[in-house]
C-alpha cells in the first residue's frame, strides 16, 4: 500500500466521489457477510459488512445476533452521496477502498490481495 496507495486513492476518488449510493442489492454470506450496492453512475460494487462466523457460514445467512446488513445499509448507506474515498490494508492481507457517506459510515469495498503484505514477517512480530 506505501508504494501504490496514492495511485489507487486517486483513481478511486475519479470514480466514486459524489456518486450516490442507490440502491442495496441483497446480502450473500460466504467468510464475509457482504453485498452488492448500485451507485447513481449505474456501477455496482461489492460491499463488505464484517466477518461472518462459522454458524453464519454453515449457515448460508445471517443470523440475528446483530443489526442485519441490509437493515444498516438502508438507515445509514442508501440515498447518501460518497464524499471521502481512501485506499487502505489495515486489518489484514487485503486492499479497500474506504467510500464515506458521511463521517462515521462507508462502503468497504474489497480491492484484492495487498502484495506488500508479508505473511511470514507478520507472524515473527
Not at 459524489?18 to 464475509?32: A, I
Not at 445499509?73 to 447518501?80: D, H, L, P, T
Not at 490494508?89 to 462502503?107: G, P, T
Amino acid at each position: 500500500m506505501k508504494k501504490h496507495g496514492e495511485e489507487l486513492t486517486r483513481k478511486y476518488e475519479e470514480l466514486l466521489l459524489g456518486k450516490v449510493v442507490e440502491e442495496f442489492l441483497g446480502t450473500v454470506v460466504n467468510y464475509h457477510v457482504k453485498g452488492d450496492v448500485r451507485l447513481s453512475n449505474g456501477e455496482i460494487y461489492e460491499t463488505h459488512y464484517r466477518w461472518s462466523s462459522e454458524e453464519e457460514d454453515y449457515e448460508k445467512k445471517e443470523l440475528p445476533d446483530s443489526v442485519p446488513m441490509e437493515e444498516y445499509y438502508n438507515e445509514f448507506i442508501v440515498g447518501k452521496t460518497i464524499i471521502k474515498v481512501s485506499v487502505s490494508s489495515q486489518r489484514d492481507d487485503e486492499c479497500y477502498i474506504y467510500a464515506f457517506v458521511d463521517k462515521e459510515n462507508h462502503l468497504e469495498i474489497p480491492l484484492g490481495f495487498n502484495p506488500e503484505y508479508d505473511n511470514e514477517e507478520k507472524w515473527r512480530g
